[in-house]
Nanobody, 114 residues
Framework: VQLQASGGGLVQAGGSLRLSCAAS????????MAWYRQAPGKQREWVAH???????NSADSVKGRFTISRDNARNTVYLQMNSLRPEDTAVYYC?????????WGQGTQVTVSS
């Protein structure tokens, strides 16, 4: 399984970005796809996840601003990020958990300027 994340970039505070993560290889119909982020000097933290059935959950720090979604036909998960803040600056990683295994993508940098 390979994951390719894209969509990061530099944006001003209050702006928006949409991240995408496409999975390829042996993708099961039942899995959980998620986004994590890691800021400089900090541990990687969970941002949001979505099941193959569309059930979502997200961290309190992003609730109301970030929306996770997926396209099962394309094995792609998205993260719509609105009202971005400088503290959202981080490398964003996607992963997929299926059949007891966890696969990570390479990460995409998001930088929010004040």
């Amino acid at each position: 399984v390979q994951l390719q994340a894209s969509g990061g970039g530099l944006v001003q505070a209050g702006g928006s970005l949409r991240l995408s993560c496409a999975a390829s290889g042996s993708i099961f119909s039942s899995n959980i796809m998620a986004w994590y982020r890691q800021a400089p000097g900090k541990q990687r933290e969970w941002v949001a996840h979505i099941t193959s059935g569309g059930v979502t959950n997200s961290a309190d720090s992003v609730k109301g601003r970030f929306t996770i979604s997926r396209d099962n036909a394309r094995n792609t998960v998205y993260l719509q990020m609105n009202s971005l803040r400088p503290e959202d600056t981080a490398v964003y990683y996607c992963n997929v958990r299926q059949n007891g295994y966890l696969y990570w993508g390479q990460g995409t940098q998001v930088t929010v300027s004040s």
